[in-house]
Protein backbone atom coordinates (compact mmCIF):
# COMPACT_ATOMS: atom_id res chain seq x y z
CA UNK A 1 0.00 0.00 0.00
CA UNK A 2 1.11 3.23 -0.72
CA UNK A 3 1.95 6.06 1.92
CA UNK A 4 0.40 8.68 2.62
CA UNK A 5 1.93 11.60 0.50
CA UNK A 6 2.99 13.81 3.94
CA UNK A 7 4.75 10.68 5.28
CA UNK A 8 7.97 12.09 3.69
CA UNK A 9 9.34 14.55 1.34
CA UNK A 10 8.30 13.87 -2.52
CA UNK A 11 11.53 14.04 -4.31
CA UNK A 12 10.81 13.69 -7.70
CA UNK A 13 13.84 11.79 -9.95
CA UNK A 14 13.98 11.43 -13.97
CA UNK A 15 13.90 7.77 -15.25
CA UNK A 16 16.82 6.95 -17.19
CA UNK A 17 18.03 3.38 -18.34
CA UNK A 18 20.61 1.37 -16.82
CA UNK A 19 24.35 1.55 -18.81
CA UNK A 20 24.86 -2.10 -18.57
CA UNK A 21 24.18 -4.75 -16.00
CA UNK A 22 26.69 -7.29 -15.66
CA UNK A 23 25.88 -11.05 -15.35
CA UNK A 24 28.42 -12.03 -12.72
CA UNK A 25 28.15 -9.56 -9.85
CA UNK A 26 30.57 -11.56 -7.98
CA UNK A 27 33.36 -10.67 -10.43
CA UNK A 28 33.97 -7.95 -8.42
CA UNK A 29 35.08 -10.21 -5.36
CA UNK A 30 32.22 -8.34 -3.10
CA UNK A 31 31.09 -11.76 -1.37
CA UNK A 32 27.63 -11.79 0.19
CA UNK A 33 28.89 -11.18 3.77
CA UNK A 34 30.91 -8.01 2.92
CA UNK A 35 27.25 -7.11 1.36
CA UNK A 36 25.72 -8.04 4.59
CA UNK A 37 28.22 -6.34 6.79
CA UNK A 38 27.87 -3.18 5.06
CA UNK A 39 24.04 -3.26 4.53
CA UNK A 40 24.58 -3.34 8.68
CA UNK A 41 26.36 -0.40 8.89
CA UNK A 42 23.60 1.36 6.76
CA UNK A 43 21.06 0.00 8.42
CA UNK A 44 22.48 1.62 11.55
CA UNK A 45 22.75 5.33 9.73
CA UNK A 46 19.17 4.72 8.67
CA UNK A 47 18.25 4.58 12.47
CA UNK A 48 18.57 7.97 12.82
CA UNK A 49 22.15 8.19 13.56
CA UNK A 50 21.95 5.76 17.02
CA UNK A 51 25.18 4.73 18.08
CA UNK A 52 24.83 0.85 19.16
CA UNK A 53 23.65 0.42 22.76
CA UNK A 54 24.55 -2.27 24.71
CA UNK A 55 26.47 -3.56 27.31
CA UNK A 56 28.93 -6.17 25.11
CA UNK A 57 32.40 -6.28 24.41
CA UNK A 58 34.53 -8.49 21.36
CA UNK A 59 37.11 -10.30 22.62
CA UNK A 60 39.74 -11.80 20.22
CA UNK A 61 41.58 -14.88 20.92
CA UNK A 62 44.27 -16.62 19.57
CA UNK A 63 45.50 -13.55 17.73
CA UNK A 64 48.88 -14.95 16.70
CA UNK A 65 46.72 -17.84 14.96
CA UNK A 66 46.61 -17.20 10.91
CA UNK A 67 42.72 -16.70 11.92
CA UNK A 68 41.17 -15.09 14.86
CA UNK A 69 38.43 -16.56 16.66
CA UNK A 70 36.18 -13.10 17.99
CA UNK A 71 33.61 -14.48 20.88
CA UNK A 72 31.55 -12.14 21.99
CA UNK A 73 31.28 -11.67 26.10
CA UNK A 74 28.54 -9.67 28.23
CA UNK A 75 30.29 -6.89 30.09
CA UNK A 76 28.73 -4.46 32.49
CA UNK A 77 29.90 -1.44 32.29
CA UNK A 78 31.19 0.55 35.96
CA UNK A 79 29.06 3.56 36.51
CA UNK A 80 32.31 5.82 35.80
CA UNK A 81 32.04 4.42 32.37
CA UNK A 82 28.60 4.76 31.54
CA UNK A 83 28.57 8.17 32.35
CA UNK A 84 32.13 8.79 30.39
CA UNK A 85 29.71 6.72 27.46
CA UNK A 86 26.79 9.10 27.69
CA UNK A 87 29.76 12.06 27.02
CA UNK A 88 31.06 10.37 24.69
CA UNK A 89 27.89 9.42 22.25
CA UNK A 90 26.91 13.32 22.63
CA UNK A 91 30.30 14.53 21.25
CA UNK A 92 30.07 11.70 18.54
CA UNK A 93 26.99 13.65 18.04
CA UNK A 94 28.90 16.79 17.73
CA UNK A 95 31.42 15.54 15.23
CA UNK A 96 27.83 14.26 12.87
CA UNK A 97 27.50 18.09 12.92
CA UNK A 98 31.29 19.70 12.81
CA UNK A 99 30.82 20.65 9.51
CA UNK A 100 28.00 22.96 10.06
CA UNK A 101 29.87 24.25 13.14
CA UNK A 102 32.67 26.48 13.44
CA UNK A 103 36.05 24.99 15.62
CA UNK A 104 35.43 27.07 18.66
CA UNK A 105 31.38 26.64 18.49
CA UNK A 106 32.56 22.58 18.81
CA UNK A 107 34.91 23.71 21.29
CA UNK A 108 32.67 25.23 23.57
CA UNK A 109 30.33 22.15 23.44
CA UNK A 110 33.13 19.94 24.17
CA UNK A 111 34.22 22.09 27.08
CA UNK A 112 30.25 22.78 28.26
CA UNK A 113 30.00 18.51 28.28
CA UNK A 114 32.75 18.18 30.51
CA UNK A 115 31.70 20.88 32.38
CA UNK A 116 28.20 19.41 33.21
CA UNK A 117 28.79 15.22 32.64
CA UNK A 118 31.34 14.00 34.33
CA UNK A 119 31.22 11.31 37.48
CA UNK A 120 32.27 14.03 40.32
CA UNK A 121 28.86 15.51 39.45
CA UNK A 122 26.84 12.68 38.55
CA UNK A 123 25.25 10.48 41.09
CA UNK A 124 24.32 6.65 39.96
CA UNK A 125 20.50 7.41 40.72
CA UNK A 126 20.49 10.28 38.28
CA UNK A 127 19.38 9.43 34.41
CA UNK A 128 22.14 9.76 31.86
CA UNK A 129 22.28 12.29 29.68
CA UNK A 130 19.95 11.89 26.57
CA UNK A 131 21.80 11.98 23.08
CA UNK A 132 18.46 12.38 21.07
CA UNK A 133 17.94 15.92 23.14
CA UNK A 134 21.41 16.72 22.59
CA UNK A 135 20.85 16.30 18.80
CA UNK A 136 17.28 18.09 19.04
CA UNK A 137 19.72 20.66 20.83
CA UNK A 138 22.48 21.20 17.82
CA UNK A 139 19.56 20.68 14.77
CA UNK A 140 18.25 24.07 16.75
CA UNK A 141 21.64 25.47 17.47
CA UNK A 142 22.96 25.22 13.66
CA UNK A 143 19.07 25.60 12.49
CA UNK A 144 18.71 29.18 14.72
CA UNK A 145 22.21 29.85 14.54
CA UNK A 146 22.03 30.72 18.05
CA UNK A 147 26.04 29.58 19.14
CA UNK A 148 25.41 32.12 22.42
CA UNK A 149 24.16 30.15 24.51
CA UNK A 150 24.50 31.11 28.49
CA UNK A 151 24.96 27.91 29.94
CA UNK A 152 23.47 24.23 29.47
CA UNK A 153 22.43 21.39 32.22
CA UNK A 154 20.73 18.80 32.10
CA UNK A 155 17.03 17.46 33.84
CA UNK A 156 16.56 14.84 36.28
CA UNK A 157 15.07 12.98 33.05
CA UNK A 158 18.40 13.31 31.02
CA UNK A 159 17.11 16.13 28.78
CA UNK A 160 19.05 18.66 28.16
CA UNK A 161 18.26 22.02 29.59
CA UNK A 162 19.89 25.33 27.99
CA UNK A 163 19.53 28.91 28.75
CA UNK A 164 20.20 32.13 27.11
CA UNK A 165 20.11 35.98 28.27
CA UNK A 166 19.40 39.06 26.06
CA UNK A 167 19.59 42.54 27.02
CA UNK A 168 16.00 42.23 27.96
CA UNK A 169 14.92 38.97 28.43
CA UNK A 170 16.13 35.02 29.89
CA UNK A 171 15.06 32.43 27.86
CA UNK A 172 15.28 28.75 29.05
CA UNK A 173 14.26 25.36 27.05
CA UNK A 174 14.57 21.68 28.00
CA UNK A 175 14.76 19.86 24.20
CA UNK A 176 12.98 16.17 25.11
CA UNK A 177 14.50 14.37 22.34
CA UNK A 178 10.96 14.13 20.02
CA UNK A 179 11.36 17.32 18.10
CA UNK A 180 9.41 19.49 20.74
CA UNK A 181 10.91 21.82 23.15
CA UNK A 182 9.34 22.89 26.59
CA UNK A 183 10.46 26.59 27.20
CA UNK A 184 10.06 29.31 29.62
CA UNK A 185 10.96 33.11 29.37
CA UNK A 186 11.52 36.23 31.43
CA UNK A 187 11.19 39.17 30.09
CA UNK A 188 12.15 42.74 31.68
CA UNK A 189 10.57 45.64 30.98
CA UNK A 190 9.86 49.45 32.73
CA UNK A 191 6.02 48.57 34.13
CA UNK A 192 7.66 45.07 35.71
CA UNK A 193 8.60 41.50 34.48
CA UNK A 194 6.13 39.71 32.06
CA UNK A 195 6.27 35.49 32.00
CA UNK A 196 5.56 33.23 29.53
CA UNK A 197 5.92 29.37 28.77
CA UNK A 198 5.41 27.06 25.99
CA UNK A 199 5.89 23.69 24.73
CA UNK A 200 6.17 23.85 20.77
CA UNK A 201 8.49 22.40 17.75
CA UNK A 202 11.85 23.63 17.20
CA UNK A 203 10.79 25.56 14.01
CA UNK A 204 8.37 27.57 16.09
CA UNK A 205 10.77 27.50 19.05
CA UNK A 206 13.07 29.12 16.95
CA UNK A 207 10.36 32.00 16.18
CA UNK A 208 9.63 32.29 19.54
CA UNK A 209 13.37 32.85 20.65
CA UNK A 210 13.46 35.64 17.96
CA UNK A 211 10.76 37.74 20.58
CA UNK A 212 12.81 37.15 23.77
CA UNK A 213 16.51 37.13 22.20
CA UNK A 214 16.97 39.74 19.34
CA UNK B 1 35.95 11.63 14.81
CA UNK B 2 34.80 14.18 12.25
CA UNK B 3 35.79 16.49 11.54
CA UNK B 4 37.49 14.98 8.13
CA UNK B 5 40.44 17.20 7.66
CA UNK B 6 42.25 16.11 4.25
CA UNK B 7 43.72 12.78 2.96
CA UNK B 8 47.42 13.95 3.63
CA UNK B 9 46.51 13.99 7.39
CA UNK B 10 43.91 10.81 7.59
CA UNK B 11 46.51 8.85 5.53
CA UNK B 12 49.77 10.03 7.76
CA UNK B 13 47.86 9.19 11.29
CA UNK B 14 46.53 5.57 9.27
CA UNK B 15 49.79 4.95 8.23
CA UNK B 16 51.69 5.67 12.14
CA UNK B 17 48.73 3.77 13.52
CA UNK B 18 49.28 0.32 11.06
CA UNK B 19 53.15 0.76 12.42
CA UNK B 20 52.29 0.22 15.54
CA UNK B 21 50.06 -2.27 15.28
CA UNK B 22 52.38 -4.72 13.11
CA UNK B 23 54.92 -3.69 16.19
CA UNK B 24 52.77 -5.97 18.21
CA UNK B 25 51.11 -8.32 15.76
CA UNK B 26 53.63 -8.29 13.31
CA UNK B 27 53.36 -8.38 9.07
CA UNK B 28 50.12 -10.22 8.60
CA UNK B 29 48.94 -11.23 5.22
CA UNK B 30 46.67 -8.62 3.88
CA UNK B 31 43.36 -9.80 2.02
CA UNK B 32 41.68 -6.64 1.77
CA UNK B 33 42.67 -2.74 1.41
CA UNK B 34 39.96 -0.55 1.51
CA UNK B 35 39.26 3.34 1.43
CA UNK B 36 35.52 4.08 2.67
CA UNK B 37 33.77 7.24 2.78
CA UNK B 38 30.54 7.91 4.26
CA UNK B 39 29.47 11.52 2.91
CA UNK B 40 26.41 12.72 4.24
CA UNK B 41 24.94 15.47 1.87
CA UNK B 42 22.34 17.67 3.54
CA UNK B 43 20.09 19.48 1.51
CA UNK B 44 17.44 22.06 1.91
CA UNK B 45 13.90 20.81 1.46
CA UNK B 46 12.95 24.39 0.03
CA UNK B 47 15.48 23.41 -2.78
CA UNK B 48 14.80 20.36 -3.27
CA UNK B 49 11.04 20.88 -3.62
CA UNK B 50 9.70 20.11 -7.00
CA UNK B 51 13.09 19.78 -8.03
CA UNK B 52 14.56 16.59 -9.86
CA UNK B 53 16.85 15.05 -7.27
CA UNK B 54 19.52 14.33 -10.88
CA UNK B 55 19.63 18.13 -10.03
CA UNK B 56 22.25 16.99 -7.47
CA UNK B 57 23.03 13.12 -7.47
CA UNK B 58 23.48 11.34 -10.21
CA UNK B 59 23.35 8.05 -8.38
CA UNK B 60 20.32 7.13 -7.39
CA UNK B 61 17.40 4.88 -8.41
CA UNK B 62 15.76 5.18 -11.61
CA UNK B 63 11.48 5.07 -12.21
CA UNK B 64 9.38 5.38 -14.77
CA UNK B 65 7.07 8.15 -14.69
CA UNK B 66 4.36 6.05 -15.33
CA UNK B 67 4.72 4.56 -11.67
CA UNK B 68 4.98 7.72 -10.16
CA UNK B 69 6.39 11.22 -10.18
CA UNK B 70 7.89 11.24 -7.45
CA UNK B 71 9.82 9.25 -4.45
CA UNK B 72 10.25 8.61 -1.12
CA UNK B 73 13.01 7.00 0.98
CA UNK B 74 15.35 5.08 -1.32
CA UNK B 75 18.52 3.13 -0.95
CA UNK B 76 20.34 1.84 -3.63
CA UNK B 77 23.76 -0.51 -3.72
CA UNK B 78 25.62 -0.93 -6.63
CA UNK B 79 29.21 -3.00 -7.17
CA UNK B 80 31.82 -2.29 -10.04
CA UNK B 81 34.81 -1.14 -10.68
CA UNK B 82 37.29 1.46 -11.75
CA UNK B 83 40.66 0.70 -13.15
CA UNK B 84 41.00 -2.54 -11.68
CA UNK B 85 39.86 -1.13 -8.19
CA UNK B 86 36.35 -2.54 -7.03
CA UNK B 87 33.85 -0.46 -5.52
CA UNK B 88 31.08 -0.49 -3.31
CA UNK B 89 28.97 2.63 -3.61
CA UNK B 90 25.31 2.81 -1.51
CA UNK B 91 23.39 5.94 -1.75
CA UNK B 92 20.16 6.55 0.38
CA UNK B 93 17.82 9.01 1.67
CA UNK B 94 18.69 8.78 5.64
CA UNK B 95 16.90 10.32 8.52
CA UNK B 96 17.39 14.48 8.68
CA UNK B 97 20.14 15.32 10.13
CA UNK B 98 19.28 19.21 10.25
CA UNK B 99 15.70 21.03 10.21
CA UNK B 100 14.24 21.43 7.08
CA UNK B 101 16.63 19.59 5.21
CA UNK B 102 16.75 15.97 3.37
CA UNK B 103 19.55 13.88 4.24
CA UNK B 104 21.46 11.81 1.74
CA UNK B 105 24.04 9.23 2.12
CA UNK B 106 26.49 8.84 -0.71
CA UNK B 107 28.84 5.85 0.98
CA UNK B 108 31.65 5.06 -1.31
CA UNK B 109 33.69 1.88 -0.71
CA UNK B 110 37.10 1.28 -2.69
CA UNK B 111 38.85 -1.52 -2.50
CA UNK B 112 41.18 -4.39 -3.52
CA UNK B 113 41.27 -8.14 -2.29
CA UNK B 114 43.90 -9.98 -3.97
CA UNK B 115 47.13 -9.66 -4.89
CA UNK B 116 48.12 -7.48 -2.39
CA UNK B 117 51.76 -6.70 -1.79
CA UNK B 118 53.12 -7.03 2.00
CA UNK B 119 55.55 -3.98 1.38
CA UNK B 120 54.63 -1.21 3.36
CA UNK B 121 55.59 1.05 0.67
CA UNK B 122 53.23 -0.48 -1.83
CA UNK B 123 50.39 -0.75 0.50
CA UNK B 124 50.52 2.67 1.26
CA UNK B 125 50.39 3.23 -3.15
CA UNK B 126 47.33 1.25 -2.85
CA UNK B 127 45.83 3.44 -0.62
CA UNK B 128 46.51 6.23 -2.92
CA UNK B 129 45.10 4.69 -5.80
CA UNK B 130 42.12 3.76 -3.81
CA UNK B 131 41.79 7.85 -2.81
CA UNK B 132 41.75 8.72 -6.07
CA UNK B 133 39.29 6.25 -7.28
CA UNK B 134 37.21 7.11 -4.79
CA UNK B 135 37.48 10.86 -5.29
CA UNK B 136 36.08 9.71 -8.78
CA UNK B 137 33.42 8.64 -8.18
CA UNK B 138 32.36 10.77 -5.54
CA UNK B 139 32.86 13.69 -8.16
CA UNK B 140 30.76 11.42 -10.78
CA UNK B 141 27.80 11.14 -8.39
CA UNK B 142 27.38 14.64 -7.69
CA UNK B 143 26.33 17.58 -10.24
CA UNK B 144 28.34 20.98 -10.28
CA UNK B 145 24.68 22.23 -8.41
CA UNK B 146 25.40 20.25 -5.37
CA UNK B 147 29.44 21.26 -5.26
CA UNK B 148 28.48 24.71 -4.71
CA UNK B 149 27.23 23.72 -1.92
CA UNK B 150 30.37 22.43 -0.22
CA UNK B 151 32.13 26.50 -0.78
Not at chain 1, 101 to 119: G, I, Q, S
Not at chain 2, 70 to 87: L, M, R, T
Not at chain 2, 118 to 127: E, F, L, Q, R
Request: glycine letters at 4%; hydrophobic letters at 40%.
Amino acid sequence: MNQPASAFPQVPIAFRPHAGVVKTPLQFGSNAELVATQRTDLQRLLQGFQLPVGDWERFVLGAHDTKSTVRTTPVHPSFQQRVFDASVEMKVAVSNYAMHLTPETRAKLFHDLDEVVNVEDWYEEDALPSALSFRDFLKWTIFSKRYNWLSIGFSDEGYILVAWKSERALLSATFRGNARVLWTATRSSPEGETYAAGESTLQFFEREARLYLD
Amino acid sequence: MAPYEGWEKFVSTVSANYDEFTKIAGRRTLTRIASRYINRLDIPTEELEGVDVLQFLRFGVAMPDEMSKSIGPFSVAANFSVDEVKVLAQCAVIAPALLNHLSFLFDIDAFIDKDISPHKDAIWAVAERLHQVKNHVFEAGITDRLRERFK
